[in-house]
């Protein structure tokens, strides 16, 4: 069965600290993506990466940076952690075309 | 502009009756896709329907149905017979391509949401 695994469940972080997600999929998927989820606000897309090193910002990009150094893992970087970024943080690949685009559980985030 | 519209924040239905959740979008793009998305108490991301601008018929997954008006650029989802376990939050969503479309570069861009209640 096809996965994307994402490494917390929840966490809880302090305003200022260096906060990392991790993604990993198993399906050799090239694009990855990193979204937040607030009520009434959707699925908001922060970054998406179609390859290796590769990157691309998405609507909301401010206060956050990825890193995708393997095709498997894609990491969200909060550099330093503030209490708007409070979320559930969904990752999600596919490879493209008419495949539908599989998540990973999420990560609720705290910043207290 | 919103790229994504779902204008029912909420909608209440009977157990067993056919449920219209309402999706419009804009693109300037000829190629694109629709996607359905459903995401119970759970949180997963369950992914019911897929619906690209070229094709020809409207997309059906058992219940699900699509109810695509190209001109009009709304994609509805109809669930025929509705069950207590459709109660969910449901997301319409848009594909588009990114950069050089020769390669696979896309990105997915999400509405709202609609949250679904089914009364038994």
Redesign the interface.
Known sequence: DVKVTQSSRYLVKRTGEKVFLECVQDMDH??M?W?RQDP??????IY?S?DVKMK?K??IPEGYSVSREKKERFSLILESASTNQTS?Y?C?S?????S????G??TRLTVV | AQKIT?TQ?GMFVQEKEAVTLDCTYDTSDQSY?L?WYKQPSS???I?LI?Q?SYDEQNATEGRYSLNFQKARKSANLVISASQLGDSAMY?C?MRER??RAN???????????TRLTIIP
């Not at chain 1, 539908?100 to 998540?103: E, L």
């Not at chain 2, 570069?105 to 999400?110: G, R």
């Open positions: 090239e694009n993506f979204y009434g606000l959707g699925l908001r897309l998406f179609y691309e998405g609507d559930m969904l999600a596919t490879p493209g075309g008419r539908g685009y599989t998540f559980s999420g | 779902q924040p896709g996607f949180g997963e991301m992914f897929y690209g997301f969503a990114y950069g390669f696979g570069n896309e990105k997915l861009t999400f509405g709202t949401g």
